[in-house]
């Protein structure tokens, strides 16, 4: 998951006053527009379970229900940082299920009010 690089502080030790050791994410991107990029531990990818009656011109060809990767309960803080340098793998779950047509219709319009009001806001 990409993200803009967001400026940080200098951080010091509070006895000593060192400067503590350099915790510097990767970059990516132009520098520009540096971005930072962090791995998703925990991702739920779920088939949608849609029983719904669709219209003749759907009813005769083939459905493919809508596969959906849920990421709407991830928050920034729970996502793995990757160093500038060492060592860049993580361990990762992935969870396979249902989700009702009901339910992602509302996580769909959830997921698109947050995006608008993110840039409403924003600017």
Request: one cysteine or more; aromatic letters at 16%; hydrophobic letters at 35%.
């Amino acid at each position: 998951k990409y993200d803009k690089m967001k400026a940080q502080a200098t951080k010091y030790w509070l006895m000593s006053g060192e400067v503590c050791e350099d915790n510097t994410e990767r970059t990516y991107g132009t520098k520009d527009k540096p971005l930072t990029a962090r791995g998703v531990p925990k991702m739920q990818v779920r088939l949608v379970y849609d029983r719904t009656h669709y219209p003749r011109p759907w009813k005769n060809s083939h459905y493919y229900p809508p596969l959906y990767v849920d990421e709407f309960w991830m928050t920034n803080d729970q996502l793995i940082k990757f160093p500038a340098s060492g060592y860049h793998s993580f361990d990762a779950e992935i969870h396979f299920g249902l989700m009702s047509a009901p339910r992602w219709r509302f996580q769909n319009m959830m997921d698109h009010s947050i995006k608008n009001m993110a840039t409403q806001f924003a600017g």
